[in-house]
T-cell receptor, first 112, second 114 residues
Framework: GDSVTQTEGPVTLSEGTSLTVNCSYETKQYPTLFWYVQYPGEGPQLLFKVPKANEKGSNRGFEATYNKEATSFHLQKASVQESDSAVYYCALSDRSNNRIFFGDGTQLVVKP | NAGVIQTPRHKVTGKGQEATLWCEPISGHSAVFWYRQTIVQGLEFLTYFRNQAPIDDSGMPKERFSAQMPNQSHSTLKIQSTQPQDSAVYLC????????????FGPGTRLLVL
């Protein structure tokens, strides 16, 4: 079945340093890939999604490239801020699914 | 657009009592999803409706849990005979048509079973 594996948290960084959260996926189909972010007390919200291989998604300084060969969709940001502290979910959905499959989430803690 | 609305935001029940959680999807969205979130298990899919019909309930516990969508403007998740292990945040999400469409989540209902 479909599955998503991502960096186990928590990931603790100092403000201004770079971030990489690894995400690998398994599916027999051709998926759309997502990154969601969840702030305390809120539901997850879409950060961005990428429907096509070899394309990049980005939002708020975060970016990820859909790598079909490596089955990866790693999240990166050059310089994190304290306000980026949240839980980040990698997810996928393909045409054979009714829904989106989420990874276990990676908690990011950014210290000032 | 008010987003997905969930009520109540917090609910405390005693062991053995019933809990009903409500979700109002975004107007015009035909797909509604329920998830359970805990620190240990993370985000768990429970069930999914499209055009009010149940499509996939593979994540629903076989006993005590049920979900309905009587009309396009609301869905309910009912837990009978609540147990302490049911304590979690229950999240509802809606999307335009399901599948690969972006899901928009509500703020969740935090259920505490004493």
């Amino acid at each position: 079945g479909d599955s998503v594996t991502q960096t186990e948290g928590p990931v603790t960084l100092s403000e201004g340093t770079s971030l990489t959260v690894n995400c690998s996926y398994e599916t027999k189909q051709y998926p759309t890939l997502f990154w969601y972010v969840q702030y305390p007390g809120e539901g997850p919200q879409l950060l961005f999604k990428v429907p096509k291989a070899n394309e990049k998604g980005s939002n708020r300084g975060f970016e990820a490239t859909y790598n079909k060969e490596a089955t990866s969709f790693h999240l990166q940001k050059a310089s994190v801020q304290e306000s980026d502290s949240a839980v980040y979910y990698c997810a996928l959905s393909d045409r054979s699914n009714n829904r989106i499959f989420f990874g276990d989430g990676t908690q990011l803690v950014v210290k000032p | 657009n008010a987003g997905v609305i969930q009520t109540p935001r917090h609910k405390v029940t005693g062991k053995g009592q019933e809990a009903t959680l409500w979700c109002e999807p975004i107007s015009g969205h035909s797909a509604v999803f329920w998830y359970r979130q805990t620190i240990v298990q993370g985000l768990e899919f429970l069930t999914y409706f499209r055009n009010q019909a149940p499509i996939d309930d593979s994540g629903m516990p076989k006993e005590r849990f049920s979900a309905q969508m009587p009309n396009q403007s609301h869905s309910t998740l009912k837990i009978q005979s609540t147990q302490p292990q049911d304590s979690a945040v229950y999240l509802c999400a809606s999307s335009l048509e399901g599948g690969q469409d972006t899901q928009y989540f509500g703020p969740g209902t935090r259920l505490l079973v004493l």
